[in-house]
């Protein structure tokens, strides 16, 4: 079992920029991976970054490359999403996902086992 505990969120303007953390507990294996999926509202939760645990490899989502950076500390069993020159289209709550085998369907929600609560992300204009 592992539990995640996302924090960081908050409102900024346009422009600016905020730091996610996911924090989990329990034993990650060098096969995990984990990800950050956000759903804006009216929207379905969409694919934002992922990280595979061992090797830090990273995929993103093309509407937030070169704004968006995933990164690891594998010593605090913790994943960041630096988020910089955010939109307000970038409102939404942000989601920390894991799963204990890295695939390559990192972009899909069923290929994660384990979800956050959810953190706002709001971008004022």
């Known amino acids: 079992q592992v539990q995640l505990v996302e924090s960081g969120g908050g409102l900024v303007q346009a422009g600016g920029s905020l730091r996610l953390s996911c924090a989990a507990s329990?034993?990650?294996?060098?096969?995990?991976?984990m990800a950050w999926f956000r759903q804006g509202p009216g929207k379905e939760r969409e694919f934002v970054a992922a990280i595979r645990w061992s090797s830090g490899s990273t995929s993103y989502a093309d509407s937030v490359k070169g704004r968006f950076t995933i990164s690891r500390d594998n010593a605090k069993n913790t994943v960041y999403l630096q988020m910089d020159s955010l939109k307000p289209e970038d409102t939404a709550v942000y989601y920390c996902?894991?799963?204990?085998?890295?695939?390559?369907?990192?972009?899909?929600?069923?290929?994660?086992?384990?979800w956050g609560q959810g953190t706002q992300v709001t971008v004022s204009s």
């Open positions: 996902a894991f799963a204990r085998w890295a695939s390559g369907s990192y972009y899909r929600k069923n290929s994660y086992d384990y």
């Open positions: 329990g034993r990650i294996s060098s096969t995990a991976a």
